[in-house]
């Protein structure tokens, strides 16, 4: 019997309604320990290239990992893995929360979700018994009534639910899925996925334990954990202002993502800041299972916006996106902009990012008000913003284009807007400044994912400005030297390699990064400490990074075969354009530094400069020879 | 108003310097020809044990980042009349 997980993946076959539960066995898990590791592994192996993301062909992974559940900060989280029908490559998108420990407690590592149901259901597990129920009653409904309807049927309030709203059943390329309402794995559509399949949410209950090989050990590091992350300034800092705390201090830097990545500065940041959301609209922080950092929002506010609370508050990235990359100084606004995504079921990053898209779009004359219904879409139009997210969920006149996403959209616009279209491979980027933070920039560039900020632990962490301590804690991946913040020379090269393999073991394990080092509290020591105790291997840094690789190795290997080129590795052009306003005003990428830095890195990964693809030695190194065969290299 | 051979400066707390200090803005008067280190000790004096723990580390290097008039600035730097002093932490990653 192994220690930490059971190694039951549940099957559900929504055409046939077949429910099976599948156990690979301890090889198996040793080899993929969890999230998207795992996921991608049967989707590798189940899918046919070029199938539909929306149809009944394409297959949804709800992953856990093997330390999943334990009670320690950081180990609450798990992942949502598919065809993304954003980019039609792989998907991988993550959320904290209360529902993968839940998993566990009801004994499954993860689910697989394959065809599609011939009308509306809900998946309920309850420990061994599973059962796909009909969803008549929530279909059309957002996530909290959903949330709400669920438990009063299966007559207990702490079901834990991970549903979409209306936006995933509208199919919005962006929809997300959420649990306890705030908590979303956010990127990617896999909410549209779900809404594609007709299944509207998958509650659980559980009432198992973790069965881990040294109790006492997690149980201390638990315990030490609250008692130091308060010494630790960046945990501090979140669990006193959230993380909208960044708000000020990117701006001040010059690198607050602003006007669709015009400038890097604006002028009324600080209205949109964690300290001023405190003071003004704070209910109180909240957090995930067993961290006591709560570094999640929940605000209320009346007027001129109704905000209800149980939706939780805006993130930095969706103060970002909807506020300051729309010239939006509103934060009442932005947080009503956030509870609309929370309830329909919405990215906010795309959503935000897609809404000043159609700003610059509206401002170059490439839309008009005969478009938007009417709407005066000005950058800065608080009310529109509000408006445009409420008809993007609902895909109502010009929301229904910005559903498709910004690349979508452009190509129905045309050439002119394509310049206003900040996505990489399909997907709207995130909230970083790509040139204020070169490995940031690099990661939207190379990144299997596309527009995704959470490829490495970011540039400004390192440079000279750096605490000493994010510096000491990068030291065991081999990390010794500080980094200019901008830019990609050949150290950054090589550090964007280590911190990718890095960060992309975390997301195996279902890690926070949050709580973990090179910045937060938890050191890579406790890391290995932790997996130990509750696993009972005898595993180490090494190969704890080797997941890591084997996880970007495999998306690479997915992307290629989905007809991905080195081509689909590339930029916005505003991001070799320079920064027009503020500190870092002039501040651009070199083209000719980043293609240069992209054919170094190819080589340093052991992927085909020509085809972008894993050679057929890395493959081997990375125990994945299964995959020579299906890469017909 | 600043007196002969006094300079004012803002001073912009930002985080949990915030926190501990209870304001956002202050204005400092001093006197000319002062230095940036200067005015941190001043405002450690004034805020007290729990400000100075969140304004350096256990060694005593400064943790926080100081910015002139939007610029990165030394602790030897000379302040003048009317520059607005930031103390805030590196961003780091969201």
């Not at chain 1, 390329?173 to 909410?191: D, F, I, P, Q, S």
């Not at chain 1, 090989?213 to 992350?229: I, L, M, S």
């Not at chain 1, 938007?372 to 139009?381: H, K, S």
């Not at chain 1, 284009?401 to 996505?423: C, D, I, P, S, T």
Request: charged share 30%; aromatic share 8%; hydrophobic share 35%.
């Amino acid at each position: 019997m192994p220690h930490g997980y059971s190694g039951k993946i549940l099957r559900v076959d929504l055409t046939e309604e077949k429910i099976e539960v599948e156990e690979p066995g301890e090889l198996f898990f040793r080899k993929y320990m969890g999230g998207a590791t795992l996921g991608a592994y049967y989707l590798l192996k189940e899918l046919d290239p070029g199938i539909d993301p929306l149809g009944p062909k394409n297959k949804i992974i709800f992953a856990a990992s093997v330390v999943t559940g334990a009670p320690v900060s950081g180990f609450c989280r798990y992942a949502i893995v598919s065809k993304s029908p954003l980019t039609g490559g792989i998907a991988d998108t993550q959320a904290g929360g209360w529902w993968a420990p839940q998993l566990k407690f009801a004994g499954y590592e993860a689910i697989i979700v394959e065809g599609q149901a011939e009308k509306p259901v809900y998946l309920w597990i309850d420990d061994g018994e599973v059962k796909i129920k009909d969803a008549k009653k929530i279909w059309g409904k957002d996530t909290g009534e959903t949330q709400k309807i669920i438990r009063e049927e299966l007559g207990d309030e702490k079901i834990r639910i991970a549903s979409t709203g209306q936006a995933g059943e509208n199919l919005v390329r962006y929809a997300c899925v959420l649990n306890e309402l705030k908590h979303a794995n956010g990127r990617l559509g896999m909410g549209a996925v779900m809404g594609s399949k007709n299944l509207k949410a998958i509650a659980v209950r559980g009432s198992g334990d973790i069965n881990m090989a040294d109790e006492k050990t997690v149980g201390e590091r638990a315990k030490w954990f609250a008692q130091n992350f308060k010494d630790n300034v960046s945990n501090d800092r979140v669990s006193e202002y959230g993380t909208a705390e960044l708000v000020n201090a990117l701006n001040e830097g010059g690198m607050l993502p602003t006007e669709n990545f015009k400038t890097g500065y604006f002028e009324n940041a600080e209205n949109l800041s964690g300290e001023r959301m405190t003071e003004e609209i704070l209910v109180k922080g909240e957090g995930c299972y067993a961290c006591p950092v709560k570094c999640k929002r929940v605000v209320k506010t009346e007027e001129p916006y109704e905000v209800n609370p149980k939706y939780g508050g805006p993130e930095y990235e969706t103060i970002g996106a909807l506020g300051s990359f729309c010239c939006v100084d509103d934060l009442v606004a932005v947080s009503k902009g956030n509870e609309l995504c929370n309830k329909y079921g919405l990215d906010t990053i795309s959503t935000g990012n897609s809404i000043a898209f159609a700003m610059e779009c509206f401002e170059n004359g490439v839309i008009d008000e005969k478009d938007t219904g009417g709407i005066e879409l000005e950058f800065g139009n608080a009310d529109a913003m509000v408006k445009l997210v409420d008809k993007i969920a609902k895909r109502e006149g010009i929301g229904d284009l910005l559903a498709e996403g910004v690349m979508r959209a452009a190509e129905k616009l045309g050439e002119e807007a394509e310049k206003y279209a900040m996505h990489s491979k399909g997907e709207e980027i995130a909230m970083h400044d790509g040139r204020a933070k070169g490995m940031v920039g690099f990661g939207y560039m190379v990144g299997p994912l596309g527009g995704d900020h959470v490829v490495v632990e970011h540039d400004t962490d390192f440079d000279e400005s750096a605490l000493d301590t994010w510096v000491e804690q990068a030291k065991p991946l081999a990390l010794i030297e500080r980094i200019e913040a901008a830019g990609m020379d050949y150290q950054k090269i090589r550090q964007f390699m280590y911190l990718q393999n890095h960060f992309s073991m975390m997301d195996s394990l279902a890690l926070c990064v949050f709580s973990f080092a090179p910045v937060r509290t938890l050191t890579m020591e406790h890391l290995v400490e932790l997996v130990n105790a509750i696993t009972g291997w005898e595993s180490s840094l090494w190969e704890l990074m080797k997941q890591g690789e084997k996880r970007v190795t495999m998306f690479r290997a997915f992307n290629v075969r989905e007809g991905f080129t080195p081509e689909d590795d590339s930029l916005p052009d505003r991001l070799y354009e320079p920064i027009k306003s503020g500190p870092l005003k002039g501040l651009a990428n070199d083209r000719e530094e980043y293609e240069e830095a992209k054919r170094l890195y190819y080589e340093m990964m052991g992927w085909d400069k020509e085809t972008g693809a894993p050679k057929k030695s890395k493959l081997i190194e990375m125990d994945l020879e299964w995959l020579i065969d299906e890469l017909k290299i | 108003m600043t007196g002969e051979g006094m300079i004012k400066v803002t001073v912009k707390m930002y985080s949990l310097l915030q926190r501990e200090a209870g304001d956002s803005e202050i204005e400092v008067c001093m006197k000319e020809g002062i230095r940036l280190e200067k005015l941190l000790e001043k405002l450690c004096d004034k805020y007290g044990r729990k400000f100075k723990n969140i304004l350096y580390n256990n060694e005593g290097r400064l943790n926080m980042l100081c910015l002139i008039n939007g610029k990165k600035a030394e602790l030897e730097e000379t302040l003048k009349n009317g520059d607005r002093v930031v103390l805030m932490f590196p961003a780091g990653g969201g």
